[in-house]
């Protein structure tokens, strides 16, 4: 993958009897190779559904999702999805849950394991491969997730709120997890939070919607993830007190003009 692109998507839910609710409206950017995006917002700006549309399992009301070009119509092998309550199967063993995607594709047996345990590896589950997901930790289920998509060999990542129900200290830890697998793996990966800090931690750019219907009203470059002591630096303070504005700016004009 070269290049992920929204091109002026509006999506629309529909319902009985009504107009139905539009969640997107206007939705348009795009992800290059390797980069790492963050989308914040209200609740109900439509950012899991651009997650969906992203990972082929949602087409747009209008406008266009494309990689290299070609319209996303269908979920891809190279696309991974991981959901906040992980999408587990609790009656199969750590190593099973991180072989499902590549059983799923088809992949043989042996190559299926190898996979699976250099992915358990590189989260440091490789000693759990036996056990089953309710002896484990939030964060090794989290991990687990994780390892299960890099098995795939995947070249887009992608994250709905995928550290949502962990404490303080863990959430950060898995934070540094998820930036050191990106720059070691070299994958693009969007992530959709509602935490600000957890966004200019992980994003090279971030983008923030504007309530329901969503639309990006602001893209913030962050060049500095993954500097020493990021999280402590002033420039980290800056730019969540920049997103933090733009955020509630967004919030009261929706606000304003809903009492108009």
């Given at each position: 993958?070269?290049?992920?692109?929204?091109?002026?998507?509006?999506?629309?839910?529909?319902?009985?009897?009504?107009?139905?609710?539009?969640?997107?409206?206007?939705?348009?950017?795009?992800?290059?190779?390797?980069?790492?995006?963050?989308?914040?917002?209200?609740?109900?700006?439509?950012?899991?559904?651009?997650?969906?549309?992203?990972?082929?399992?949602?087409?747009?009301?209008?406008?266009?999702?494309?990689?290299?070009?070609?319209?996303?119509?269908?979920?891809?092998?190279d696309t991974?999805?991981?959901?906040?309550?992980?999408?587990?199967?609790?009656?199969?063993?750590?190593?099973?849950?991180?072989?499902?995607?590549?059983?799923?594709?088809?992949?043989?047996?042996?190559?299926?394991?190898?996979?699976?345990?250099?992915?358990?590896?590189?989260?440091?589950?490789?000693?759990?491969?036996?056990?089953?997901?309710?002896?484990?930790?939030?964060?090794?289920?989290?991990?687990?997730?994780?390892?299960?998509?890099?098995?795939?060999?995947?070249?887009?990542?992608?994250?709905?709120?995928?550290?949502?129900?962990?404490?303080?200290?863990?959430?950060?830890?898995?934070?540094?997890?998820?930036?050191?697998?990106?720059?070691?793996?070299?994958?693009?990966?969007?992530?959709?939070?509602?935490?600000?800090?957890?966004?200019?931690?992980?994003?090279?750019?971030?983008?923030?919607?504007?309530?329901?219907?969503?639309?990006?009203?602001?893209?913030?470059?962050?060049?500095?993830?993954?500097?020493?002591?990021?999280?402590?630096?002033?420039?980290?303070?800056?730019?969540?007190?920049?997103?933090?504005?733009?955020?509630?700016a967004a919030?009261?004009?929706?606000e304003g003009?809903?009492?108009?």
């Amino acid at each position: 993958m070269q290049r992920l692109h929204f091109d002026d998507i509006t999506m629309r839910y529909s319902s009985e009897g009504g107009k139905g609710t539009l969640a997107l409206d206007g939705l348009s950017f795009s992800v290059a190779k390797g980069e790492s995006v963050a989308i914040i917002g209200p609740s109900g700006c439509g950012k899991s559904s651009t997650l969906q549309m992203a990972a082929g399992l949602l087409q747009p009301t209008s406008g266009k999702v494309t990689i290299d070009g070609a319209p996303i119509t269908a979920p891809r092998q190279d696309t991974s999805l991981i959901l906040q309550d992980f999408g587990l199967l609790p009656w199969k063993t750590v190593r099973d849950n991180a072989e499902l995607g590549l059983k799923i594709h088809g992949v043989g047996k042996a190559e299926r394991r190898q996979r699976a345990e250099r992915a358990l590896g590189l989260v440091g589950l490789q000693d759990f491969a036996q056990a089953y997901p309710s002896g484990l930790s939030g964060g090794m289920r989290q991990r687990l997730a994780l390892a299960r998509s890099l098995a795939l060999d995947v070249d887009l990542l992608l994250m709905d709120e995928p550290l949502s129900a962990l404490d303080a200290l863990l959430r950060e830890q898995l934070q540094d997890t998820l930036l050191a697998l990106w720059q070691a793996q070299g994958y693009a990966q969007i992530l959709v939070t509602h935490s600000i800090e957890e966004a200019v931690f992980l994003g090279q750019r971030i983008l923030v919607l504007t309530p329901r219907p969503g639309r990006v009203i602001a893209v913030v470059d962050n060049p500095d993830v993954g500097s020493d002591d990021y999280r402590g630096s002033d420039a980290f303070f800056e730019r969540c007190t920049d997103i933090r504005k733009k955020l509630r700016a967004a919030v009261e004009a929706a606000e304003g003009a809903s009492h108009a």
